[in-house]
């Protein structure tokens, strides 16, 4: 696997607090003062919102969501304030920064789990998907401040993570060490390409063992940049649906192969992107909304990885999307309906707090690089 000491981390972490103290993106002349101003907005809806505990609460809001987990709620809204360059050491978000952190390491269980059990549904759920959230959010705020205090807490995490791997198909699905599924998967991906980046350490067999996994989960020799959900899934009606490529997937799928060391013109990567172009951003109807946060936000880091023109075209289509519909008055000023205009496709599951974080984590990819984007070549 790619070195994993902080000496050789520590400068690609400089390089984004580098860029974070100039706004100027070279890549994107056209972040402007509506973005940046969108994302303010943002954050300053989620402080307002910040429980006395340090935490958030995906129940907090006016949608009844099926999801209950605070590990996630807390981790999305900790990546959030991160992808706009704020850390608990410093700058005006310092304080919630730092209770958010303190909340999230204060629950950690000796093993390294940052999961706070909560009812049984989400449980069953929700567990893994919480903890690589709340460990991506962790790592970055190691990574982007060295903070020495904070590395026992982000390296169990990491270790967490490499035990809960499915040994045999090599990825990550509900329960530790059972199962893998191409979603999953992808938040693991993240925290551990984001906990590498800082200095922590992970084996090489984590990552080639997730190399078997998602070439697996590749449609075929005939559609190599399209990518499944569960390409272990029965076919039958309930779960046939794995089986099948969706735009979805093919974006988690891109990202997990440019962390792994695909090059962004290599031709599956760039057949790949042209796919997901040809389902850019939109709201849809109420009868059948297309919006989907959760796709919009991989994409994003897909195509911008690849630039030119395809993030140009990208950018067009999503940027004025978001912006556009951010709620600018009353109560809930900065955050996103979950229902309105057309329901997101997973507004049942996190409500309005999960659309607003992944809205924000979307604007801020061009704003201002995550971390992980040195890890990948160029």
């Known amino acids: 696997g790619p070195p994993t000491n902080s000496a050789v981390a520590r400068p690609a972490f400089q390089q984004r607090l580098d860029r974070l103290s100039n706004s100027a993106n070279s890549q994107d002349n056209s972040v402007g003062p509506q973005t940046e101003l969108a994302i303010e907005r943002g954050l300053e809806f989620l402080s307002r919102h910040q429980r006395a505990d340090g935490s958030w609460r995906l129940q907090d809001f006016d949608t009844e969501v099926l999801i209950r987990s605070d590990t996630a709620a807390t981790g999305l809204a900790l990546l959030a304030f991160q992808g706009a360059g704020y850390t608990h050491l410093q700058a005006k978000y310092a304080k919630q920064v730092d209770r958010a952190i303190r909340f999230l390491v204060s629950h950690q269980k000796a093993d390294g789990d940052l999961y706070i059990p909560q009812d049984p549904a989400s449980d069953q759920n929700a567990w893994l998907y919480s903890h690589s959230i709340a460990a991506l959010a962790l790592c970055e705020a190691f990574g982007m401040t060295q903070d020495e205090r904070l590395r026992p807490a982000a390296q169990r995490a990491v270790d967490f993570m490499v035990q809960a791997q499915d040994q045999r198909r090599g990825g990550w699905r509900y329960r530790p060490e059972v199962g893998s599924d191409t979603s999953v998967s992808g938040w693991f991906i993240m925290a551990l390409k984001s906990g590498q980046l800082a200095g922590l350490s992970i084996p090489a067999q984590t990552f080639e063992a997730l190399q078997n996994f998602i070439s697996n989960a590749q449609a075929g020799p005939t559609k190599p940049h399209l990518y499944r959900y569960n390409p272990y899934a029965p076919d039958n009606v309930e779960q046939g649906h794995g089986l099948r490529p969706t735009a979805v997937m093919t974006s988690v799928g891109l990202l997990m192969r440019l962390y792994l060391g695909w090059n962004r013109d290599k031709p599956e990567m760039l057949d790949g992107a042209r796919f997901l172009l040809d389902h850019t951003p939109q709201h849809g109807t109420v009868g059948q909304s297309l919006r989907?946060?959760?796709?919009?936000?991989?994409?994003?880091?897909?195509?911008?990885?690849?630039?030119?023109?395809?993030?140009?075209?990208?950018?067009?289509?999503?940027?004025?999307?978001?912006?556009?519909?951010?709620?600018?008055?009353?109560?809930?000023?900065?955050?996103?309906?979950?229902?309105?205009?057309?329901?997101?496709?997973?507004?049942?599951?996190?409500?309005r707090l999960y659309v607003t974080t992944m809205n924000l984590l979307s604007l801020e990819v061009s704003y201002r690089h995550l971390p992980l984007y040195e890890a990948t070549p160029q």
């Open 292 to 351: 989907d946060t959760y796709y919009w936000y991989y994409a994003t880091q897909v195509i911008f990885h690849i630039g030119g023109e395809h993030w140009k075209r990208w950018h067009e289509s999503l940027y004025p999307l978001l912006v556009e519909h951010q709620v600018v008055e009353g109560p809930y000023k900065g955050s996103w309906a979950p229902m309105q205009p057309v329901p997101d496709l997973w507004a049942r599951y996190g409500g």
